[in-house]
């Protein structure tokens, strides 16, 4: 299979790139640092080298880059010598945390989360369901939050982003069923990012991003006729 991952360079978004890639799908990877990007990618290359791997940074948070990856990526699962030529996963996973509240938030901050939580999944899938529809096949995941279920403190603009892309998933949901398209959307919680990291709380009350990437995984396995259409994640602890 063919898979589109964004934010891939590290976190969720490299975790579900190695569940992939170690059963021997194509990886066609994006994310903004270009440093961190392809260092991933070399990493992934060296352990899995039967398979295809390519990379190129962009930022998703631009219309413009958001579609020039969806037609790169394209492009290139169209090249010579590919036994499959179809997108089969799109993973919807570039995205950024800004803390705030609505009414103490920086001037511009819902822009910027709306632009880099919503808009990079709405652009880069728009140029790619033609390719899917075509095919009659696909599976889009949607990596949302429990931020998307619920408000919490100091999550703002943020959880307004995820709402909204939580709402985009169903709605996409709805209208590709007649296509053979499925559309997953995610809840993780807390899961033991480098982001967390610098927080300096223990390990153990985290899921591991291996976690989520393995439901992923698992739910692109199933028969044409079952769609997982919601995927909730929290630590066994719960919420943090």
Known sequence: MNIIITGASR??????????AAKGHNLFLCSQNELLLYKAMEVLTTKYPGITIKARPFNLADEAQAKAFGRWAMAET???????????????NAGQFLPGSIYNEKEGTLE?????????AYH???VILPQM????????????SIASLKAYHNGGSYSISKFALAGFSKNLREEMKEHGIKVTAVYPGAAYTDSWAAT????NRFMEAKDIADIIFASSQLSMQA?????VLRPQLGDI
């Open 200 to 203: 300096g709380m223990d390990q």
């Open 11 to 20: 976190g969720l978004g490299n975790a579900i790139a190695e569940s992939f």
């Open 112 to 120: 910027k989360m709306i632009e880099v939580n919503l808009y990079s």
């Open 227 to 231: 769609c997982v259409e919601d995927i």
């Open 133 to 144: 529809m075509k095919q009659k096949s696909g599976h889009i995941f949607n990596i949302c």
């Open 78 to 92: 169209q090249r010579p010598g590919h036994q499959n030529n179809n997108i089969d996963i799109l993973v919807n």
């Open 124 to 126: 880069l899938t728009r």
